[in-house]
Nanobody, 120 residues
Framework: QVQLVESGGGLVQAGGSLRLSCAAS????????IGWYRQAPGKQRELVAT???????NYADSVKGRVTISRDNAKNTVYLQMDSLKPEDTAVYYC??????????????WGKGTLVTVSS
């Protein structure tokens, strides 16, 4: 009933910037917490950043100071601004949202991911 679509990934040189977006569509009443995760080759999925319904943010130590998570509730969209990118940031980035679905209560959804590749 709810779909998440990430966009904004691509190839960038070290030190460059990217802005990822994740837009939700469907029978959405409201969106609770949102998280950006990433999975690099040979590694498990890991947290990048989260933002609560009230706007509180949390960042992984590996990206703190270089990324900013934000949300636009009117557009059902979350963003991840990434600056000073490093090759170790290369991964598939996934969006996760806790969604209050109309007539179905709280649900959890994942996007299909967007690939970020940072070259040396």
């Amino acid at each position: 009933q709810v779909q998440l679509v990430e966009s904004g990934g691509g190839l960038v040189q070290a030190g460059g910037s990217l802005r990822l977006s994740c837009a939700a569509s469907g029978r959405i009443f409201s969106i609770n917490a949102i998280g950006w995760y990433r999975q690099a080759p040979g590694k498990q999925r890991e947290l990048v950043a989260t933002i609560s319904r009230g706007g509180s943010t949390n960042y992984a130590d590996s990206v703190k100071g270089r990324v900013t998570i934000s949300r636009d509730n009117a557009k059902n969209t979350v963003y991840l601004q990434m600056d000073s990118l490093k090759p170790e940031d290369t991964a598939v980035y996934y969006c996760n949202m806790g969604v209050v679905v109309l007539f179905n209560g709280d649900m959890d959804y994942w996007g299909k991911g967007t690939l970020v590749t940072v070259s040396s």
